[in-house]
Structures are given as C-alpha cells and as structure tokens.
C-alpha cells in the first residue's frame, strides 16, 4: 500500500527502516476499521489471537505471549544519551554511538518474509497543542491492535503532525523473542526508541511507557511541562463541581483501581460521582490562568487483569466487556471466555493456563499454580469505561487541585499525610518507596526506592528531574497543587491489610480535597500534616473503628529515621545533581523526627 502522508520527514525515515528491516511488503495503517478487522482475521488464522465468545465479550480477543516475556525488563532498558551525567542511580546509561552499532546489527534484515506495519499515533487528544505524535514500525499485529485502543491512531494522527519533523521514531521487531538480545532503548535527545526481540505491552506499544513517560519527561524537562506516572481522577460534588486529583503510585500499586473508583454509600447517596481521566499518565502544563493542567495522553487502558472483579473494581471489569485484547490470562474453554485469579471465587471447570497448557479445574489448588500469569492484562478502549471523564478528550486538559504520591509499605507510611510545601512534596515524592511487583521481571516484595513512581521511566539524570519539579513549584506559585501522600497497604502483625481499600479510599480523598479547601484542620507532625482520626469518616465501614485509623495514622519515629538513611544513601548513589533544597528538607525532617 503506498503512504498516506506526504510528510517527508516520515517518508524518509520509513524508507531508511525498509532499507534496514527488509520487510517483504510495508503496511501503512491508517486506522479504519476495515483494515483493522482485516489484521484480526489474520491474527486468529496464525493464531496469534484467538477470538472469544463474541456474545459474551463481543470485539474480544485473547494472546499470549512467549514464557519469557511477560513483564518489563528493565535491566534491558537503556537511556542513551550524550550526557554522561544522566548515568545515575536508577538510568541505565550508554553512550548513543555504541548503542546504535551494538544494536544495528540485530535489525538489518530481521523483516525478511515478514510485514512491516507502519503506525502513526497521537498521544493526547487530537487537536490539542499539548499532544505528540509518534510513528512506529513493527513486525507484530498485537502491536498494530493494541496501539489502536492505546493511542489515536492512523491519518487523524498524521494529520496533527502535519508537515512538522516533531514525532517520536519507534523501531520494534519482535525478532526471534531471543531474552538475551532483548533491548528497549530510549535515545531522548534524537526522539527515537529502539525496541527489540519483546512482543510483551510494557516493552513494544512504543507510545505507553517509552514515549509517554521516558520520552516525554525529557521533553517535558526542555519544554516546561511535566510527564509524570499518574492517574487523573475528577471528584465531583453534589454542587456538580469537579475537582481533580492525581496520583503517582508505582506499577501494580493501585491506579487503575484508585481512578475508576466507585464511592461508597454514605458519599454517592449525597450525591458524590468520581470520574476518571487517566489510569496510568499524566501530561501536565500551566495554564493561561497560572494553575496546572493535565491531559492524558493514552486513549486507552492496560490494565493488571488478577484481583479485577465485581466488587473490587466494578468499572474496570465493565471496561474490558467489548474490544478487549487479553494478554496472559487463563481460557474459559467451558464458554469461551476468560478468567484470571480474583476473578471470582472458583476456577473454570475446563480451563486452559496462560500458558496453554491444559488443567483440570478441579485439580486446581489456590495460590499454588496460577492460571492466570500475575501480570496478566487487559488492553481495553477508554469509549467502555462506564465513569470516564467527560473532559476525557477535552485538548485544554482539567486543572490539578492535589497531587497525591503513595506505595506499598507494611509499615513506615500512615493511610495519608499532607507535605508541608511544594519543596517538602517534592521531597516526600523523592523519598518514595514501595515493596516490589510482579509489573516487572525480578523479586517480588523487596522494598525498593522509586521516587514520584517513576524509577523504571526516568530519561534523564534524576538529580535535574527533581530539579525540574522544584522549578515547576517556583512557576506555580500558590496556585500549585497541595501534595499528599497516602498508603493503602500497611498490614497488621498476621500480615493482613489493615485499610480496607479500594472505593473506601474516597474516605481519604475526601480528607485531602478537605484540607485543599482548607475546611478541615490538621495535625502538624515531624513528617507533615496528619488527619486527625475523627476527620476520615468511617461510617458504614466494617470492622474499622477509631482506633483503627488511629492505628494507621500512627508514625513510629525509628522507621522514619532508618528511613531516612534509605533517602540519604538514594540522593548518594543519584550524586551532585540533587537538589540542595532536597537536602536541607531530608535534614529538617531527621531534625524534626529527633527532638
Ligand atoms: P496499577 O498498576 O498501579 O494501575 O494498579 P492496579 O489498580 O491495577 O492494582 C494493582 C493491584 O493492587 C491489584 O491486585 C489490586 O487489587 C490491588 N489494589 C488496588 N487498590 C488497592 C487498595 O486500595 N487496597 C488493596 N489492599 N489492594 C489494592
Ligand atoms: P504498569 O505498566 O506496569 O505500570 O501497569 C504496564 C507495563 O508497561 O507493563
Ligand atoms: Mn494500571
């Protein structure tokens, strides 16, 4: 098929991909849906997909990729760059030249016999001046398929780049899916990714992590805005006013979950709704009136399928219903459906494993082998999301009344705090840290620093990102947003999860929108302002008393300390780049947490 831009920029670069990838035909996609459901008929031909139940779960289907690539690797995620400062703590680092000579070889010819697609895409709403367009060339319709829910794709995406060289240069083949030549690399200063020998979400739709996050903070870094790790939740009162609310939590510490919440009784009875913007990134600029804005940049969600069901994330489950991608989820051969642990409560009679190999329902044994792979996903179109935003699309964005940061921590962090500044916030995001998940290959449940969530997406020197949101602060002025932090997970002596989670956390939300309106006081402490307990409303919530949330809020001062001495050894390891004004907060707070 011959192009569909005239954009010589793109032509030429597409070119110099045939030249390198010798693809026997190339395939621009131009995002109908006839060509779309074109590539489905192939994929359920070679199996790539296998198409499910279409009454049950009509426009679904199901993949599975190889044993091997089932997560993030981010040992094989490399930022390459000129400036030899950007290699800190947290940044695989390697001098561009070399990785281009290293990495060359592994591409030329690796098409042969095969389709090159090639994918442009928009990254934010079409037609507002703070989205990005990116093109990408791939060997995989999976790729193809799951980049139409993730992003905009096809001519509205070339016709927002119009006749500019500003786009994002991804380069993915799926080769031979060989782990020991597998590489996701970011050249931020050329606008270009490198991906190969993955066939696994996180690593080859180029747009999500690789542009949006890696990409883009860069961008962000030279051009004033701000790409950051986190959902976009609007609360809205009984007035029908809408505040909003980010939130900055790790890989499988609850986004998804938090931005589709559904309020409980006592708050939806008044009248209280919660809508959602963004799952997983966020794009944020000032705006004419001096506030900050943020746009999602993804069009659809990618979302960790275990633990989804009825009761723990209604609008979730309800968003993977219709045009669905199931990526290393079990098959409901009963029915031709999907299932995955947490689902519900029993496994399939007749169910196949994620990965393919046949079990006998009955033979199951919870928590020994899973059906399910733990990070099994749903790549599903934001349009089937029962609470999405009505400003979703909206190119101006939704102005940001608190930034909340959070993780996994059995016991240090209270269910929520308040920083005392911008500079103490930005702090308190640096200092962040969370005990690991199955989002990425490696140990699972080591408490490792991530500051602001974003230590697998960094693209440049972590020092000057802190440096940046410092920046971002002084520009804001006191139209910045409040900064929290919340902690969903501590666990009691037996290890249980004290807080009950999910849509009771509309009961701290409601506390920090409080506090941003400054109707309700608070606790000043060594490590920020604390809720009084009295202040999270916990009526109709079982089995939590005051003594509970007492119990939460509590800050034992020895773990902050040795705490502490985690951040102290984190800015170390970062280097001279940190910030002194983050420095002299850690200080402040050992000064405060000894008296
Ligand atoms: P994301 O990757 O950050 O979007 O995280 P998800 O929202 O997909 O959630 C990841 C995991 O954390 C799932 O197993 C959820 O069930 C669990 N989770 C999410 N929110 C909560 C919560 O408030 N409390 C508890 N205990 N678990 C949660
Ligand atoms: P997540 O992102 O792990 O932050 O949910 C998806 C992925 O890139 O694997
Ligand atoms: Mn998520």
């Not at 999301?385 to 940061?405: H, I, Q, R, W, Y």
Request: hydrophobic content about 40%; some cysteine; glycine content about 10%.
């Amino acid at each position: 098929m011959s192009s569909l831009t005239s954009n010589q920029h793109v032509l030429d670069w597409v070119k110099e991909m045939e030249d390198l990838m010798t693809p026997d035909k190339t395939i621009w996609i131009d995002g109908s849906e006839g060509q779309l459901r074109a590539l489905r008929e192939e994929a359920f031909k070679t199996g790539e997909l296998t198409e499910l139940n279409q009454e049950k779960l009509p426009g679904c289907v199901l993949h599975h990729t190889a044993k091997n690539d089932v997560a993030r690797v981010e040992d094989r995620t490399f930022i390459c760059t000129s400036n030899k400062a950007d290699d800190c703590a947290m940044i695989n680092w390697m001098e561009p030249t070399a990785m281009k000579a290293k990495l060359t070889p592994l591409y030329k010819g690796v098409m042969k016999g095969r389709t090159m697609y090639v994918i442009p895409y928009c990254m934010g709403p079409v037609g507002s001046p703070f989205s990005k367009v990116g093109i990408e060339v791939t060997d995989s319709i999976y790729v193809v398929l799951n980049m139409d829910i993730m992003t905009r794709i096809g001519i509205k995406a070339l016709r927002q780049l119009g006749d500019s060289n500003d786009f994002v240069r991804g380069q993915h083949a799926r080769a031979d899916i060989d782990a020991e030549n597998r590489y996701i690399v970011h050249f931020p200063e050329d606008n270009a990714i490198w991906s190969i020998n993955s066939g696994y979400g996180g690593n080859v739709l180029l747009g999500k992590k690789c542009f949006a996050l890696r990409i883009a903070c860069y961008q962000g870094y030279k051009e004033g805005w701000m790409a950051e790790h986190m959902l976009i939740l609007g609360v809205e009162d009984p007035s029908g006013h809408v505040d909003y609310v980010t939130a900055a939590f790790p890989s499988a510490c609850g986004k998804t979950n938090l931005a589709m919440l559904i309020p409980p009784e006592i708050y939806a009875k008044k009248g209280y709704k919660v809508w959602t913007v963004g799952d997983d990134i966020a794009w944020m600029h000032v705006g004419a009136d001096g506030r900050l804005y943020a746009i999602n940049p993804e069009n659809g969600f990618f979302g960790v399928a275990p633990g989804t069901n009825e009761k723990s994330n209604p609008n979730a489950l309800a968003t993977t219903r219709q045009g669905t991608i199931f990526t290393n989820v079990a098959h409901n051969l009963t029915d031709n459906t999907v299932w995955w642990e947490g689902l519900d409560k029993n496994p399939p009679e007749d169910a196949q494993e994620w990965t393919g190999l046949a079990v006998d329902g009955k033979e199951y044994v919870a928590g020994g082998g899973k059906l399910a792979h733990p990070n099994s996903r749903f790549t599903a179109p934001a349009t089937g999301c029962p609470c999405l935003s009505k400003e979703f699309n909206n190119p101006d964005g939704v102005p940001v009344t608190a930034m909340v940061f959070g993780g996994r921590r059995a016991k240090t962090a209270p269910l929520v705090y308040q920083s005392f500044s911008w500079n103490h916030g930005v702090y308190v995001g640096s200092s962040m840290a969370s005990e690991t998940t199955a989002a990425a290959a490696g140990a699972v449940g080591v408490v490792r620093r991530d500051p602001m969530a974003m230590r697998p997406f960094f693209g440049y020197n972590v020092g000057d990102y802190f440096a940046h949101w410092l920046d971002m602060g002084k520009k804001l002025g006191d139209k910045a947003p409040k900064i929290f932090h919340v902690n969903w997970f501590r666990t009691d002596d037996e290890g249980h999860f004290i807080w009950p989670g999910f849509g009771d956390n509309m009961r701290v939300l409601m506390w920090i929108l409080n506090r941003c309106k400054g109707e309700v006081d608070a606790v000043e402490t060594a490590i920020g302002y604390l809720p009084h307990a009295e202040d999270i409303d916990i009526t109709d919530l079982n089995g939590v008393t005051l003594d509970t949330v007492k119990n939460l809020l509590n800050v034992d001062k020895d773990l902050w300390l040795e705490d502490a001495k985690g951040v102290e050894e984190l800015y170390d390891q970062i280097g001279d780049h940190v910030p002194a004004e983050l420095r002299a907060e850690l200080n402040a707070l050992k000064d405060r947490l000894s008296k």
